[in-house]
């Protein structure tokens, strides 16, 4: 059997999920997001923001770049006539992963987690916006239920949370970084397929991670430099690894079979994932709300996925959008 790099490649590029095992897929690569968000508060205090960020997707690509490499003469064509795009979608993506590694820096936990839940009802909207695409009734009530067990378990079932939150320079950032993945997730399918999955990956990763060299370098020389010890190099690959390159390429491959507003509902399990989380690594005690909560966005998630918009003259789930094409 060939094993080489260009054969792996190929299989990778060709490798299109069933909407059953992309679902799975958009749900690990939220597990991931909500794990990335861990290391990162955990760390803060060591490495600086932006120079993780940097680094992490740096070496994400420098990973991907054997594997791409033969691919990239190719394509190169398809590169050109796309660069534009590429760079937005680079900037958007590791720009937006920058703001959220700055949010926790000076926002809570439940600032940032209550941001969050705003990202699907935000990229229902911008897919509205730009492709128009439309958001059925049933799909607006899973979206509405996803967002209210977010609310419940962020501010623990308790209204005087609610009353006492304020925002701060962190949820700033964390309100940038949602905006940005949100117009990410409808972007992304206006790259042809024929670029494949992990080319288009490496593109994204590569192009972000130069755009955000002069704000590195700033960091660096104003603030603090990265402190290039054993765990904190330990830290960078496995989160360029793990987190920079495997979760965004689950990502990307759900989104483009399944489309953007079915798989944003699944960033309502980020908080879900990242509670859990707290209770297993730090210690913190499973209360009635948070099981709640976990049980609306379970259900949410569900009616996005069940309530698919129906073609307008066959009465059949249009599949354009499900494969992720806003052209068709």
């Known amino acids: 059997m060939n094993s080489t790099p260009a054969s792996f490649l190929r299989r990778l590029e060709s490798f299109e999920p069933s909407p059953l095992l992309a679902y799975g897929l958009i749900a690990f690569a939220t597990f991931l997001w909500a794990l990335s968000v861990v290391i990162g508060r955990g760390v803060h205090t060591e ?194 690894i793990f987190i920079s390159v495997l979760s965004v390429f689950l990502w990307n491959a759900g989104v483009r079979s399944v489309g953007p507003n079915r798989a944003s509902i699944f960033l309502n399990l980020v908080p879900v994932f990242g509670a859990a989380l707290a209770v297993v690594t730090l210690g913190e005690r499973l209360h009635l709300f948070h099981l709640a909560g976990a049980v609306l966005v379970c259900a949410g998630i569900s009616m996005v996925i069940l309530f698919k918009r129906k073609s307008p003259t066959s009465g059949k789930p249009d599949r354009s959008r499900q494969n992720g094409d806003p052209h068709k």
């Open 47 to 240: 490495i600086p923001p932006v120079g993780l960020s940097f680094w992490r997707w740096g070496v994400g690509a420098l990973f991907l770049l054997p594997l791409v490499l033969p691919d990239l003469g190719a394509k190169k064509q398809m590169i050109r006539d796309h660069w534009k795009l590429i760079i937005l979608l680079g900037v958007l993506q590791v720009g937006s992963s920058t703001c959220i590694m700055l949010a926790v820096n000076f926002t809570t936990a439940l600032n940032s987690a209550l941001i969050n839940g705003s990202q699907p009802a935000l990229t229902a909207i911008v897919a509205w916006f730009l492709i128009r695409d439309r958001v059925t009734f049933g799909q607006s009530l899973g979206i509405t239920a996803g967002v209210l067990g977010i609310i419940i378990i962020v501010v623990r079932a308790d209204l005087d949370v609610i009353l006492g939150m304020q925002l701060n320079q962190g949820d700033g950032y964390a309100v940038l970084a949602i905006i940005g993945w949100g117009i990410y997730a409808v972007l992304l399918q206006r790259l042809p397929r024929e670029l494949g999955v992990t080319t288009t990956l490496f593109l994204i990763i590569t192009t972000g991670s130069l755009a955000m060299l002069p704000i590195y370098i700033c960091e660096t020389l104003v603030f603090r430099p990265v402190p290039f010890t054993a765990d904190v190099v330990g830290i960078i690959v496995g989160m360029a």
